[in-house]
């Protein structure tokens, strides 16, 4: 029974391995594919196919040795068998789930700092069992974990984030002054002795961090190389910048592209290479020790462990890169991540997913003013030269079109990709234990800070996007060491059946995320949105925003109705449902405002006037908005707070005020969908009719609360609903006569 028990947990961990990989790529795509996609150097199946065969280069160029203990994190001969298999299900249980959950808040962590945490949580529980079994202190536990290793590895983590973004700022900022944004317009020797640097490096990291215990260089040729590093790279940058020039003056190929693709390569390798320990390492492991258990005779309470590598044959590391590559291709939640990268550091101002906070804000103020008082010390004149560097080519794109542009250029893309390549480099050389995730995205962000793509409109947003994936990290320690320790002390307590249930609610958990990520992301492809203006000129503008005026009204009759509705019936989820979908087209309309710096610059000369249309069209539309928040708010807060619900007759007049409303947004909805703008007038004719039905609404609750009412708040709201509806009404008649007013002047 005692040898079923494990061979279970070794299929189970099997199982687990397998969804670790998939999850782990999902998340370390990011590392690899950011400065590809950014920039846009080649097409995006490119860019996979390239990736792909690094990752399969890697897993297949791997030696094979996974290590157990991560370098020293526990001591497995101070653990029996059974305790072992205990922290190995703890630590898979606990990396799917940490990583599914970043993976679908698109925020990229770090797989080698989530498992060597997974295994010291893990481990550290155990051993206090182990410790308060034999009536032994807590001083003991130094003789089971390696408290100066983990120490180490919480430095790095730090080391990491300052050094790249340092490191990756100061390089873009000296790469930009000597090639400026124009960096098609300089002499070739400028771009070959850049590709020798970059190539040079991209070269040694493949080397060092993607190849240091391949079978492909002899030990002679790797010894060579570390021994005189200096010779190697002095060689590499000559024949690489010779290199360079010859492709770049001869066979016209744009030697910053090659530099992309190469690194791309180079990172998807060390990734596979380098990584695969941190999938399937613990598995493997386990298996191992199961085997030499099993050939023992001995129980696995008494058979103590060996601290001996784990060597993984040929075959399952062909199989594990297949798993690798198929995810690449196919998740969903991988590109998500890589999104929020690529977001962080683009170029242009756009839609920004991060909410500035306290410190992001208290942060570009002193770096606004750091920045005012070096430009105060430096001359002049060479102030304006450095800002000259810095000027971008002006080509009018019209916003709703910017995410097919670039979110960076060849130079910054280039520099990622270098620069993450050297700091990897050099820190595996000198068994610095830097994380590649954190390393990749610190440099990127970096070299934005440094390409000034972090400006006065954008920078409070990205800096509290940086903020939280940081604060990201340091969570994903802290609760990789919590949540393992947690299952370990479960499953030393259940058994097996606790495993089985811990298996359950995993596998529910990861199937609940992907069911909600695929639902959420077929949602986003269905939702209608408001689009923003292309046109340049009056009759396309009207033409053009008569789509979103239909969609805003026919949005604006349901959040109205929901509202109504749940407030009639003390519904707090309809009422919550309003709340969101106004709290949406509020968005959707201020976007628009934002767009209207984009729209005047597309006028052509003949169209101008279309601005003032469009401005006016668009503030109606905000008062609506507005009038619709508060309906919205004041309703969920009065149900929320479990006030009185509302008496008959005020219920009565809402409805058939609802019910207008009804009427009149479908009739006004179907007139712009049919581009029928003369019926336009008669609507505008009945307006003090429609108006004067809601005054009629508001002086009979005046008499009703002279006469019988008792409910202040009741009162309060049932003033404030129809006032609003009111001021609602209005804003749409304004809407209205604008369109009527440039129909009838000839406009159109």
């Not at 839609?351 to 010390?377: C, H, M, W, Y």
């Not at 019926?679 to 002279?706: A, F, S, V, Y």
Request: aromatic residues 10%; hydrophobic residues 50%; charged residues 20%.
């Amino acid at each position: 029974m005692g040898e079923n028990i494990y061979l279970f947990m070794i299929i189970a961990l099997a199982v687990l391995a397998i969804t670790d990989l998939v999850v782990g790529v999902s998340n370390d795509a990011v590392n690899f594919l950011n400065s590809a996609i950014g920039s846009k150097a080649i097409s995006f199946k490119t860019i996979m196919i390239v990736a792909s065969v690094g990752i399969a280069f890697g897993a297949m160029s791997s030696s094979g040795m996974m290590e157990v203990a991560r370098k020293g994190i526990f001591n497995p001969s101070e653990f029996v068998f059974a305790e072992i298999m205990i922290i190995f299900m703890a630590v898979m249980i606990t990396d799917i789930l940490l990583l599914d959950f970043f993976n679908t808040l698109g925020m990229p962590t770090s797989t080698t700092v989530s498992i060597v945490f997974e295994l010291l949580g893990a481990a550290v529980a155990i051993s206090l069992v182990k410790i308060s079994s034999s009536g032994g202190g807590f001083s003991e536990l130094s003789n089971y974990i390696n408290t100066e290793k983990a120490t180490e590895i919480i430095l790095g983590i730090l080391l990491s984030v300052v050094v790249a973004f340092t490191i990756g700022a100061l390089i873009q900022f000296v790469s930009r002054i000597l090639i400026s944004f124009k960096f098609n317009e300089r002499p070739k020797w400028v771009g070959a002795l850049f590709g020798g640097f970059a190539i040079t490096s991209i070269i040694y990291f493949i080397i060092v961090k993607g190849l240091k215990s391949a079978s492909i260089f002899s030990p002679e040729i790797l010894g060579y190389i570390g021994e005189n590093p200096e010779i190697f790279l002095l060689g590499n940058f000559v024949i690489w910048t010779l290199f360079s020039w010859l492709v770049s003056s001869f066979f016209k190929i744009n030697i910053y592209t090659l530099i992309i693709v190469l690194g791309t390569f180079a990172l998807a390798m060390a990734f596979a290479g380098n990584d695969l320990v941190n999938f399937i390492g613990v598995p493997l492991a386990a298996l191992e020790w199961f085997n030499s258990w099993s050939a023992s005779g001995v129980e696995a309470a008494n058979y103590t462990m060996e601290n001996q590598p784990v060597r993984t044959p040929t075959l399952l590391l062909l199989a594990s890169g297949v798993i690798m590559v198929i995810t690449l291709w196919f998740s969903s939640k991988a590109k998500n991540v890589v999104k929020t990268s690529v977001d962080l550091s683009r170029q242009d101002e756009g839609d920004e997913r991060f909410q500035p906070n306290f410190l992001s804000r208290q942060i570009v103020k002193l770096t606004i003013q750091a920045s005012e008082n070096l430009g105060e010390i430096l001359p002049k004149s060479l102030v304006a030269k450095i800002d000259s560097c810095f000027e971008k080519p002006y080509t009018y794109i019209p916003k709703s079109r910017v995410q097919d542009l670039p979110a960076f250029d060849l130079v910054r893309a280039a520099v990622n990709l270098m620069v993450a390549s050297v700091l990897i480099s050099i820190a595996t050389s000198m068994k610095l234990p830097l994380s590649t995730t954190y390393v990749t995205f610190m440099v990127a962000m970096g070299t934005s800070l440094a390409d000034r793509a972090w400006g006065p409109e954008s920078a409070v947003y990205r800096v509290a996007g940086v903020l939280n994936v940081i604060g990201g990290w340091f969570f994903t320690a802290i609760s990789a060491f919590t949540a393992a320790a947690i299952i370990a002390y479960i499953i030393h307590l259940g058994g097996i059946w606790a495993i089985g249930v811990l298996l359950v609610i995993a596998f529910l958990l990861i199937g609940r995320n992907y069911l909600s990520h695929n639902k959420k992301m077929k949602e986003t492809k269905l939702e209608e949105k408001l689009q923003k203006s292309e046109s340049n000129s009056i009759i396309e503008l009207i033409e053009e925003s008569s789509s979103n005026v239909s969609l805003t009204i026919n949005r604006a009759n349901k959040i109205y109705t929901q509202a109504i509705d749940g407030l009639s019936k003390h519904d707090i989820d309809r009422l919550k449902k309003s709340k969101k979908g106004i709290a949406k087209l509020n968005n959707e309309v201020e976007d628009l405002r934002g767009n209207i710096f984009y729209f005047i610059k597309n006028l052509d000369d003949s169209s101008v006037g279309a601005s003032n249309f469009y401005i006016t069209a668009l503030s109606y539309l905000q008062d609506m908005t507005q009038s619709l928040e508060y309906i919205s708010k004041a309703s969920y807060k009065h149900v929320n707070n479990n006030h009185k619900k509302l008496r008959f007759n005020q219920i009565k007049d809402l409805k058939e005020t609802d019910l207008f409303i009804d009427e009149l947004f479908t009739e006004i909805k179907t007139i712009f969908d049919t581009k029928a703008y003369d019926q336009l007038t008669e609507i505008i004719i009945n307006k003090d009719q429609l108006l004067h039905t809601l005054d009629q609404k508001i002086t009979k609750q005046i008499e009703r609360t002279r006469a019988d009412e008792s409910s202040p708040k009741n009162t309060a709201l049932y003033f404030s609903l129809l006032l609003e509806t009111k001021d609602l009404l209005k804003a749409t008649m304004s809407l209205l006569e604008t369109y009527d007013g440039h129909v009838n002047a000839g406009s159109i």
